[in-house]
T-cell receptor, first 109, second 115 residues
Framework: AQRVTQPEKLLSVFKGAPVELKCNYS??????LFWYVQYSRQRLQLLLR??SRESIKGFTADLNKGETSFHLKKPFAQEEDSAMYYC???????????FGQGTELSVKP | DTGVSQDPRHKITKRGQNVTFRCDPI?????LYWYRQTLGQGPEFLTY????????KSRLLSDRFSAERPKGSFSTLEIQRTEQGDSAMYLC?????????????FGQGTRLTVV
């Protein structure tokens, strides 16, 4: 079965602290994974994808096939990072996305 | 705004009524997806189109749900005989399928409340 698990519903940190949002997946084959972000009152938007190996807004995510994880990290959180974060897996067919339940990140001043 | 557009943004309806939502994808995007999101959950896939062809439907999509994309551009999602359990945010996304680029762009959603 294809599944994405985000174990934390809420993660609260202080500004400047490191952040790690956890994501584990279940998939047979070579997975394609994404992180989407939804800021308050805005639409869901792509933050980054594992195949790009890029850093966006200071965030990075490394695919670990051995641990079936794709955790999102940032060394120094900013208040503007406060948002809902969704980890997503591209399904076997058609490009549909399978989302985790989401983690709300709250960065306090 | 040249992004994915959904209409209406909010809909309140009485149980048993029919509702229809519209999605206008990004111009020239050939794939269009519908998702449903309930409180505290991530979006769940409902169905998708490539051009005008509906290629996959989730088991979540009961017989009361129907989606169309008649000319391969905008799409409609209709729910017949609405039930309180249909209350959710309905999201539309579109993408352009070409080698190495499959990013999905989302609309702002239609929030349905069934009373």
């Amino acid at each position: 079965a294809q599944r994405v698990t985000q174990p934390e519903k809420l993660l609260s940190v202080f500004k400047g602290a490191p952040v790690e949002l956890k994501c584990n997946y279940s998939y047979s084959g070579s997975p394609e994974l994404f992180w989407y972000v939804q800021y308050s009152r805005q639409r869901l938007q792509l933050l980054l994808r594992h195949i790009s190996r890029e850093s966006i807004k200071g965030f990075t995510a490394d695919l670990n096939k051995g641990e079936t994880s794709f955790h999102l990290k940032k060394p120094f959180a900013q208040e503007e990072d406060s948002a809902m974060y969704y980890c997503a897996l591209k399904g076997l067919r058609g490009g549909k996305l399978i989302f985790g339940q989401g983690t709300e990140l709250s960065v306090k001043p | 705004d040249t992004g994915v557009s959904q209409d209406p943004r909010h809909k309140i309806t009485k149980r048993g009524q029919n509702v229809t939502f519209r999605c206008d994808p990004i111009s020239e995007h050939n794939r269009l997806y519908w998702y449903r999101q309930t409180l505290g959950q991530g979006p769940e896939f409902l169905t998708y189109f490539q051009n005008e062809a509906q290629l996959e439907k989730s088991r979540l999509l009961s017989d009361r749900f129907s989606a169309e994309r008649p000319k391969g551009s905008f799409s409609t999602l209709e729910i017949q005989r609405t039930e309180q359990g249909d209350s959710a945010m309905y999201l539309c996304a579109s993408s352009l399928i070409r080698t190495g680029h499959t990013e999905a762009f989302f609309g702002q959603g239609t929030r349905l409340t069934v009373v």
